[in-house]
């Protein structure tokens, strides 16, 4: 009988073994986690979860119960040690484990500030897994002061679950600019303009020098000298991809686990989706961070077991939520020359990237119709003359007609 091992119990491994049992794999399967909880949703984490909204049962993907009766082996708690691709085998402590094929669905792990600077102080703070939101949960009081370092969309959202629950919030941002990496000019000015009117006060084009404090973080000294007094800190500035087990075990890695167009590694029955891998995107090789890649892949990846075949095609979108703005990606923006902004009622807005005349990706702002039409088009392969997206007279829903 065909054993499939999966070592990452996310958002990818969840997907992929429900993608097995549902799709008519009789063999065995053993899903291992390094957490002691079942499967569960990380997006809610630094929203809803934090804020108090969402009891714990709610962010399991399934119940327990769930991979008991299709036959899942779920292991919680677990650590493999290591890898051997030769015998088709796993450590786990004393124990050895075979597969006949392994998939590593390993994800990502949080980038943290070095000790040197006062990374290991008390009341630093990473946002990544249950354990990190469960630990921050109690800093959380009104009146208190928390530096968020870095001024992604991790960051942003922390500030604005921190800014809601009336807390005095400081971002700092080493970049010129918020959302410098991921985003047009445009986007930026959208959220510092949305977070100053919620009276966080965003520092861009400083860096953090070093945090001080002797039993605890107490204050940080910034690049630009000035001094901030803080209670506590949180650290938004990326993750970096969890790729050790399979480094140690000698497969190919390059900006990831790397897979080819079905979610091979370099080594013979072994498999990776999700956060962890970097895959074929439009003649180069791309990495997405994002929960709907992560499933799509790792669903791509349990069809080829079974023998399916089939190349994953990447369809990236993303999204984050914060304060009462929905912001809606579709598409990647890597290349783009030009931005037009196409503006709705109120806080709606969308903003579309394009190279010359093609269209790459769209941000939108409380703006779903803008959004689905983006995304639509962008799959299609369709690129809208910029001066009719930016037309509010345009039937936006015509531009999907032959």
Not at 143 to 162: C, D, F, P, Q, S
């Amino acid at each position: 009988m065909t054993h499939v091992v999966v070592i990452g119990a996310g958002q990818a491994g969840a997907a992929l073994v429900a993608k097995l049992r549902n799709d008519g794999f009789d063999g065995r399967v053993t899903l291992i986690g390094e957490e002691p909880v079942p499967p569960y949703q990380r997006p809610p984490l630094s929203k809803k979860y934090l804020l108090g909204e969402m009891a714990l049962e709610r962010l399991f993907l399934r119940p327990e119960s769930f991979y008991e009766e299709q036959g899942i082996a779920l292991r919680l708690g677990t650590r493999v040690d290591a890898v051997d691709t030769a015998a088709r085998s796993l450590s786990i402590g004393d124990e050895s484990l075979r597969y006949d094929e392994l998939v590593l669905t390993t994800g990502s792990a949080p980038r943290r500030l070095p000790a040197a600077i006062g990374g290991a102080l008390p009341g630093v703070h990473v946002v990544r897994d249950l354990a990190d939101v469960d630990a921050m949960a109690p800093e959380f009081t009104a009146g208190r002061r928390v530096l968020i370092v870095g001024g992604g969309y991790i960051g942003l959202e922390a500030a604005a679950v921190a800014a809601a629950r009336g807390l005095k919030v400081t971002m700092v941002e080493m970049a010129e600019r918020i959302l410098q990496r991921v985003a047009a000019p445009e986007t930026s000015d959208y959220f510092r303009a949305l977070h100053q009117g919620h009276g966080v006060e965003i520092l861009e084009g400083v860096g953090l020098d070093h945090l001080t404090g002797d039993d605890r973080v107490t204050g940080a000294r910034l690049s630009d000298g000035r001094t901030v007094d803080l209670d506590f800190v949180i650290v938004g500035v990326g993750i970096t991809p969890a790729t050790a087990l399979a480094e140690a075990a000698g497969i190919a890695i390059d900006n990831g686990i790397a897979t080819d167009a079905r979610g091979r590694t370099s080594a013979p029955h072994v498999w990776a989706a999700g956060d962890c891998t970097s895959f074929p995107y439009r003649g180069g090789r791309i990495r997405l961070e994002s929960v709907p890649n992560a499933i799509d892949q790792a669903e791509c990846v349990a069809e080829n077991i079974m023998g399916g075949d089939k190349d994953y095609v990447a369809k990236p979108w993303f999204w984050s939520d914060q304060y009462d703005v929905k912001l809606q990606i579709a598409g990647l923006n890597s290349g783009y020359d030009s931005v037009v902004t196409r503006r709705g009622e109120g806080s709606s807005v969308s903003f579309w990237y394009y190279r010359g005349a093609t269209l790459l990706a769209v941000d939108a702002m409380n703006a779903p119709r803008d959004y689905m039409i983006g995304k639509r088009l962008i799959e299609a392969g369709r690129s809208p003359a910029p001066e009719v997206i930016a037309d509010p007279g345009t039937d936006m829903k015509a531009l999907m007609r032959p």
